[in-house]
Structure formats: C-alpha cells, structure tokens
C-alpha cells in the first residue's frame, strides 16, 4: 500500500513499560442506513485479527450523517474532522445523500475538506462468490481515482439561477459558446497538480507490486483540454519521473520488464473491463470515470458488498464500505459486512499489520468456501447458505 505510516506521536501504538500494548485508536464513522448492521457484524473480526497478530485497536465512534444531524444540527461536526485529521487513519460506514437536492454528498466533503485525493479500489474475485462473467479469476485489478475534481467538485448551479444565467451570458458573450437558454450548467475543473499526484501514487503503488502495467483512463477523444490534458499529463509524470522503470505501451518490446504504461478511452475500458480484464493491473482515472468503472468491476466478483475502498492522502486515510445505505434493509441484520471488513483488513495493510490483513481475507474465503453468505449472494446462487449480516461476521471471526 503507498504511503504506508507509522502510527505518530498522537496515536502511538507501543508496549508499555509494564509490558502491556497501548491502544492504538482508530475512529469509526458507522453510517447511516445499514451502517450500524454491518458494523456491528465487522468490529468483532477486526479486533480479533489484530489482537491475534499483536496489536491492539480501540474504535471509537465520531460522529457524521443523519445521527449527528439530530444530536448536533450538523451532517459533519467540525470536531469528527478534526478527529480524523488527528488521527491519520480512521473507518467509515455508509453516508445517506438526497437526490437532486439537498446537502451535498457527505463523503465528497470528507474527502476534499481531508483531502483524500486518491480513491483505492482492489477488485479481486473470491472463490465461491457468484458472479455475472465466466471467469472472474481473470480479473485482479487496482483502481485509483482522483477524489477532489473533476464534475465532484460541486460547481453547477441551478437552471434559471442567476448564477447560471449569468455564466450563460458570459460563455455566450466571450466564449462563442452555444449553450441553450434555461439551462442548469456546472464546471468541470481538472488540474496539471490533482492529475500528476494521483498518477504518481498509482504509479509508486504499482512499482512497488511489480504490476505489470498502468492504464490511464479518459475520454479525452472528446474532452479534449480536460480528460484529454489527464492523459497528457500522466505520460509527462511517469517519464519525467519513473522514466527509468516504466515504457509507454507503443515503445514495449515483449518480455520487457519495465512497467508499461497504457491510456484507453473510458467507454473502450468498460469493454475491456469485461472481455479482457487479465489485461489490465492498475487504471489511474478522472474523478467520474472512476466512480462508473469501480462499482462495473465490483460486479464483476459479486458487488459492491464484496468491494473494499480507501480513501488517501498525505499522510491521512479513511477507509470505508464502497455501497450505500440500503435503507429498507435497515435493522433486517440482512446485509453483507464484507465490504467493511474488507475495508478493515485494506487499513491494517496501510498501518503495516499484514499479518492481521491476511488472517482477515484468508478467513473470509474460508467462510465463502464453505458456502456460508448473506442473501445478495445467496439470491444468485441456491446451493449456497443464506445467513444474516451477524452470523456472517461470527463464522469468519471464527475462521481466523
């Protein structure tokens, strides 16, 4: 995992002079909806994984989402910020965002008022999970996706607002812009700075793993200054940076042992995602790009209940279930916790715990091996055991 860190000074993890392992403490944003379900389900493997490897977590709740809103008047209390910041490394369940109105997107605040500029996404199939495509072992796949521009950077505005009329009227005016009057218009920001960064922690992940290969996704055949200068820059980037260890795909020779870096317009990629995934390892992308794409290749190995996500910045991290709220699901103890807990193992790679990390994954594939899981998947596949949310977490804390 890139950037991995060591716990600093204001969340020290060491042995005591008794002998004893302090508490190394990681906040919990449990969510909204479902959140509480899978949480529940989740904080009994975690703990025990890592107290089994060594170390010693405390999880302590923050709050954020509509809970916080009834105890404080806010979706996302300044001092829950504040703790993240503190903190470095913190979990986060699912966040309710309305539709067409409303507050923004709470986990779009989280990651631009952190800035959390790159969004991690493995997408790795496990035996025995139903899936859509014939062979989802060919798929083993890191996606990173810029988390801070882009369409998410909320600049649109209102149709028939003066704001829009006004930009409207300037795009007209000084732009020989054709835009239809009454429209509801927004910005699409994409910088050299945003787009090199996130190329680079790809590209440092990806060396550092002996990936094969890094494909820069866009679709800059038609957005041609923004999507377009993401492709041109990530080029710039990996030769003026990685010149030595990488090679762009039309100057590969077979058997070359750099990293080759390739680019593919983004609807090509979807494509590709399912006709060919053996041939891609890590896909560095704009902000919406990565959002469609992630959750196309969590289908692919049994949905966003099976998809880890993270988070990253400098030096910050917050990990979290990649699904939604699923509210008519709530309180059902129905859900499947397996993106969280996950999600849980992607953070005890990132602070260094590999050990806890692998007893965690091994585990749940031993659950899934033996047929146990909760009714998304079940629902695919009839000789497989539905079980709840809680159950589903008892059998792989057991598997550990």
Known sequence: MPASINADASNKSPVSDEGELNPFIIPVIIGDGVGP??????EPVLLKAARSSGHNPKFVEVPAGAK???????????????TLKKRRVSL?????????????????????????????????????VPSPVKHPEKTDIILFRENTEDVYAGLEWKAGSNEANSLIDFSRTNLNASIREGSAVGLKPMSEFCSKRLVRLALEWALKEKRPNLTLVHKGNIMKFTEGAFRAWGYELAKAEFGALTVPESEAVPGDARLIIKDRIADNMFMQSLLRPEEYSVLAMPNLNGDYLSDCLAGQIGGLGMAPGANIGDGLAVFEATHGTAPKYQGQDKVNPSSLILSGAFMMEYLGWNEAADRIRLALKRTVADGLVTYDLARQDKKLKEVGCSQFGEAVAERL
Not at 68 to 82: I, K, M, Q, R, V
Not at 95 to 124: E, F
């Open 68 to 82: 916080a809103f009834e105890a404080t008047g806010s979706y996302l209390p300044a001092e829950t910020l504040e």
């Open 37 to 42: 379900d899978i949480w529940r389900a989740a």
């Open 92 to 128: 986060k369940g699912p966040l309710a965002t309305p539709v067409g109105g409303g507050m923004r997107s709470l986990n779009v605040a989280i990651r631009q008022a952190l800035d959390l500029y790159a969004c991690i996404r493995p997408v790795k199939w496990i035996p025995g």
